[in-house]
């Protein structure tokens, strides 16, 4: 028979408030589990990039952050502690994980140096080309067993992995953006990824406090797909009706959307929100409910041209 163990009067509230203290630190996720100590790479320091990274950090993983332009890659780690910063004047972040977080990153121009890493996530410009060089060059940097994992939602995981040495431990992870507010991430299996690469995958996205959607590789996937409806039947509204961008949006911020289509496509950026609705056109062989309205090609032309990213109201409205 065991013997019942006694605790000090003068030490119960010590160890009550321990009890406590380590409860709340399980709950908030500083205690993490072991493949969170894991290292992820990213490729690619813009806002995508920046986003996912700040996400995979607070889930307690090491990230080295890689970008061919140290001045990006520190304007990437300034915007990354800002926004783990505002999450605890939020009260989204535990300042403990915050500050954990903020200590993950490695930055680095070398990608040689993520030859360390057990996930790859690619982030870059939305250019086929650019992703399979990028993609081959990891082949020769990373250890067969490295997961390589793709932020598109326009191209195909299929195509990008056939480029590869291992095809079968490619793999799509779509964040939608803001990557680091959003929950949703499309987990999009390619013709030869594996299933155990599929599993660690959605794993990962689990364990970085996201929604993983499995799904099969298809153009646009279901986040890009809807979107297009929604920016596309705004735009046709507009001209049939003769209402303008902000009338449509207070109707549909009426109805309980989050944020009228007009004001999305800003946030988004008109060039980001052509360059989509191009790419999904053409991956679904000119589908002509895909067609991007004439509208958005005008639009992004002249924005783009004038070093701008915007569209439908004036800056900072």
Not at 18 to 31: E, M, P, Q
Request: charged fraction near 20%; charge should be positive; proline fraction near 4%.
């Amino acid at each position: 028979m065991r013997r019942p163990v006694f605790v000090s009067a003068f030490l119960l509230p010590t160890v009550i408030l321990f009890t406590k203290v380590l409860h709340r630190i399980v709950l908030n996720g500083a205690v993490m589990q072991s493949l969170a100590r894991q290292t992820v790479a990213v490729i690619g320091a813009g806002t995508m990039g920046a986003d996912i990274a700040q996400s995979v950090a607070l889930g307690g993983y090491d990230v080295i952050l890689h970008d061919i332009n140290d001045t990006i890659l520190r304007r990437a780690l300034a915007r990354i502690s800002r926004g783990l910063d505002k999450g605890v004047a939020l009260g989204k972040n535990n300042p403990l994980v915050a500050r954990r977080a903020k200590r993950a990153f490695v930055l680095t121009t070398d990608l040689d140096r993520c030859g360390a890493a057990d996930v790859v996530i690619e982030a870059v410009r939305e250019d086929m080309g650019l992703k399979q060089s990028v993609f081959q060059a990891l082949d020769g940097v990373v250890a067969p067993n490295t997961i390589l994992a793709t932020s598109s939602n326009t191209l195909s995981v299929t195509a990008l992995a056939a480029e590869t040495r291992y095809p079968e431990r490619v793999i799509g992870l779509h964040f939608c953006r803001p990557a680091h507010i959003m929950r949703l991430v499309e987990v999009v299996r390619g013709d030869a990824t594996r299933q155990d690469v599929l599993d660690q995958a959605v794993d990962l996205v689990s364990s970085i406090n996201k929604t993983p959607v499995v799904l099969q590789d298809l153009p646009g996937l279901i986040v890009n797909r809807m979107a297009h409806m929604y920016f596309s039947e705004a735009l046709r509204l507009a001209d049939d009706a003769r209402l303008d961008a902000a009338t449509i949006d207070r109707l549909m911020e009426a109805a309980g959307f989050p944020m009228g289509p007009f004001r999305l496509m800003d946030y988004l950026g008109a060039g980001a929100v052509f360059e989509a609705a191009q790419a999904l056109y053409e991956a679904t062989f000119h589908e002509s409910r895909y067609r991007p309205h004439p509208r958005q090609r005008r639009m992004a032309a002249g924005r783009l041209a004038r070093g701008r990213d915007g569209g439908w109201y004036p800056a900072g409205e």
